[in-house]
């Protein structure tokens, strides 16, 4: 068995092995591990639904045109009728809440059409939170899609991040085995110095070092049992099947098709688009517009023309009015300026006036600026306590790629001087000037190199990814 083990160690890089293992390249693997993820096709519906809401929202803080044909009523008998009560009515939130609204009173008797009332009214708000209120249910809106972007975008990262990682276990399983390999074959010598020295097979001695041996041979068969079993299953999340024979060279498993990367600085990103700063930032910047658009005391004006007014003996006014709130006192007037007579002759004004008054409305706005005063508070410690995260977490990120670049140069140097000294022992091995067991050894510990160096491809990435989900664009 020793023998077996030995040569085939020693083959692993001086031959071409026939019915190797074929690995789908990394980044294939990739696009398939994202596309079969069901949490990423949801996020990717969840961004769908949020730009259709965002399109019924423009829809309805935009232009609005109502049309009326009003109640009509049909009369039958000798002196048939018809009446009709059509109106339209239109507003433009963006503008101050820009209203036109016409309605009248149209009838037909006996074939004859008469205008029985008609009347057109344009409004305004001059003071008041509409439009505020309009530009932050928009902005709402937008941000629901944006941060719907974001979850996908994040999402994908992570899944990313998740992918490669496996990898680095499987490729860490790898260097178990090498390392168990390599005691293997330390104890296949010991055992056959044992035997070499004489022990008889019921001897302690004998029984001790074989029983080592075949401890380890169970290890590693249940080593190798455990990562082909890790390699088909990541390949099932992958939506590809693989086949790995039991005797199958470990070596086959390794990719060697890691993607290389820059390490992305995190001096680069923006304090303001840290996740967390950015998401308090504008939680703040909205609700700071919310208390702005609630105004304490707000104005309205309306003018317009109405024909057959019949608080004016059916004249024909021109109408103006203004309404005023503040705190609980509301304020209502209006005036009807004739521009022709009445039925009775008559061509006077008319002014009409409403107030209201809500006592309990002053004790509550006094409780209120109390609660947003503490809102205000909440909101700015949240604010710098994220900034206080943001400066900790490029603290940490740049001590962990100091350890990744650290170990990438250690790993670059190591597996030159392994390469170097694998090729010189193969030199000497067939020279007979060194034992199959020392370049074994050299063998295997370029093995091990490489692999850390792989590992250390990943850790780059993942560290990329890491820097790359604490920010938002």
């Known amino acids: 068995m020793k023998r077996i083990l030995l040569a085939a160690l020693a083959a692993i890089f001086t031959i071409n092995i026939l019915n190797a293992v074929e690995l789908v390249p990394t980044q294939e693997l990739l696009a398939a591990y994202l596309e079969r993820d069901s949490e990423l096709k949801n996020l990717a519906l969840e961004l769908q639904k949020s730009k259709l809401n965002n399109e019924l929202t423009q829809i309805d803080k935009g232009f609005s045109l109502k049309l009326s044909s009003g109640d009509m009523t ?48 344009v409004s305004v708000d001059i003071l008041s939170s509409n439009k505020t209120e309009r530009e932050i249910s928009l902005l709402k809106s937008q941000r629901s899609v944006l941060e719907a972007q974001r979850a996908l975008t994040s999402k994908a990262v992570e899944k990313e991040k998740t992918f490669y990682k496996n990898i680095s276990s499987l490729l860490s399983s790898i260097l178990n085995i090498v390392s168990k390999k390599n005691s293997l074959n330390d104890e296949y010598i010991e055992f056959e110095k044992i035997k070499l020295q004489g022990y008889s097979k019921t001897s302690s001695s004998y029984i001790k070092e074989e029983m080592k041996v075949m401890n380890l041979e169970h290890e590693l068969e249940a080593a190798i049992h455990s990562l082909i079993s890790d390699y088909k299953f990541f390949y099932f999340d992958c939506g590809y099947e693989i086949e790995i024979p039991s005797d199958t060279d470990f070596t086959q498993l390794i990719p060697v098709d890691i993607p290389v990367v820059e390490a992305v600085d995190i001096n680069n990103y923006k304090a303001e688009n840290f996740k967390q700063i950015e998401s308090n930032l504008w939680t703040q910047k909205i609700n700071q517009m919310s208390r702005d658009a609630n105004k304490d005391f707000t104005l309205s004006a309306n003018g317009g023309y109405t024909y057959k007014n019949s608080t004016t003996g059916n004249s024909n006014t021109v109408d103006a009015g203004v309404a005023a709130a503040y705190g609980g006192i509301g304020v209502d007037a209006g005036v009807h300026v004739p521009v022709s007579a009445g039925d009775d002759g008559a061509a006077s004004p008319s002014v009409s006036l409403g107030i209201t008054y809500t006592p309990n409305t002053f004790k509550k706005n006094k409780i209120n600026d ?43 140097k190591n597996y030159k001087m392994y390469a170097d000294v694998e090729k010189e022992m193969l030199d000497y091995y067939k020279r007979g000037f060194i034992s199959e067991r020392d370049y074994v050894s050299a063998t295997i510990n370029t093995i091990q190199s490489k692999v850390k160096g792989l590992i250390n491809r990943i850790d780059l990435i993942v560290y990329n990814d890491d820097v790359k989900t604490k920010f938002v664009e």
């Open 74 to 121: 049909f009369t039958f008998g000798d002196n048939s009728s018809f009446k009709v009560y059509p109106g339209v009515n239109a507003t433009l939130p963006q503008y101050n809440n820009l209203g036109l609204n016409v309605n009248g009173q149209m009838s037909v008797q006996d074939g004859q059409a008469s205008f029985d009332s008609a009347s057109a009214k």
């Open 370 to 412: 109390q609660l947003t005063e503490i809102s205000i508070e909440q909101e700015q410690m949240k604010v710098d306590s994220a900034y206080t995260d943001y400066e900790e977490t490029v603290r940490e990120m740049k001590i962990q790629l100091e350890d990744i670049k650290w170990s990438e140069e250690t790993n670059n």
